[in-house]
């Protein structure tokens, strides 16, 4: 038994209806080329101010390959480039002693400092004061700080230091450094611990957590990209902090890197070329300390900034 299948016809009516293409009305073929033009200018905005920002370092490292000679007469000149001041800096600066100086300092007072923001941020955003006015009153005197000029605290920290007899150590450092990192620090820890879910926390305590397991196992992992940017910024103030070092540092076996510029400035001259390569060898590790975690001080800066 066969079964037959006839063809089947398009209908007519349908065939006889042309399709037309849908036009965009006026004003969204306004608004596609307002925003367009937007974009190129926004991302022209931001080239330029890139190049702005780059600009003093090329500078500078260009500045760093050329003579003294040069650099006041003809700073432009593209003719005598050479490595000699690089070759100073390395044979009359102990760089090796001085790096290691500054890691020491920056280790130690970046850590104190961090765990001791943390601490008061947790208390801040986490405890429950008997009055709201002691709460904003501890809250306001931390971030006050931020409003202290460096210079007005040098001659008190220096007579501080005297009498703790610190002076010329260390810890003349260690302590002002934890000290001006706490308000920043705090600024940041706090915004970010205003916004995160307190669920979380409470979830730890009714499994048994107690305070120190609930700070290290739910609010560290989740606070990474905050941590990271105060633990960045700070390594970059300590490497390029000069008036403390400058005054609270006597001895030229404990001096930073910040220091490095100032030994090609003397009393009567001024060696421009060994001055530029030195801070073009202080500039770099700070560079690749940005380059290398950048995706974290862009997270850390806007954490807590949008709620979800």
């Given amino acids: 038994m066969t079964q037959t299948t006839t063809p089947m016809t398009p209908n007519p009516e349908l065939s006889r209806t042309p399709v037309t293409p849908t036009r965009r009305a006026p004003n969204d073929l ?8 937007g974009l190129y ?14 600009l003093p370092i090329l ?5 760093s390959l050329e003579p003294s000679r040069t650099i006041l007469s003809d700073p432009f000149s593209l003719r005598s480039l050479t490595f000699d001041n690089y070759r100073d800096v390395v044979a009359s600066l102990p760089l090796v002693q001085m790096y290691k100086n500054t890691i020491i300092v920056a280790v130690a007072s970046v850590t104190i ?20 006015a002691a709460q904003f009153s501890v809250r306001f005197y931390f971030l006050a700080g931020l409003a202290v000029p460096v210079y007005v605290l040098l001659f008190p920290i220096y007579r501080i230091d005297l009498a703790l007899g610190i002076f010329g150590t260390y810890a003349a450092l260690i302590l002002p450094y934890i000290a001006v990192s706490i308000p920043f620090n705090t600024l940041l820890l706090t ?7 307190a669920e979380l926390e409470e979830a730890a305590i009714m499994d048994g957590a107690g ?8 609010v560290l992992p989740t606070m990474r990209p905050v941590i990271a940017t105060v633990l960045i910024f700070n390594v970059v103030y300590v490497f ?6 400058s005054i609270l540092i006597n001895d030229p076996n404990l001096a930073t890197v910040s220091l490095a510029v100032s030994r090609f400035q003397g009393q009567y001259t001024v060696n421009y070329g060994g001055m530029m390569a030195a801070a073009t060898l202080v500039l770099l590790p700070q560079l690749a300390i940005y380059a290398l975690f950048q995706r974290h001080v862009i997270a850390g800066l806007t954490a807590g900034a949008v709620k979800g």
């Fill in 30 to 37: 306004r608004s596609m080329r307002r925003r367009r033009v």
């Fill in 41 to 54: 200018a926004g991302g022209a905005a931001a080239y330029l101010i890139t190049f702005l920002i780059i």
């Fill in 59 to 63: 500078w500078i490292a260009l500045l």
């Fill in 113 to 132: 400092g961090a765990v001791v923001s943390f601490m008061a941020s947790f208390a801040l955003t986490r405890m429950v004061f008997r009055r709201r």
């Fill in 191 to 197: 915004g970010f611990l205003r916004e995160f879910p």
């Fill in 211 to 218: 305070l120190f397991r609930v700070c290290w196992s739910v």
């Fill in 240 to 245: 390029n902090e000069f008036p403390f070092v």
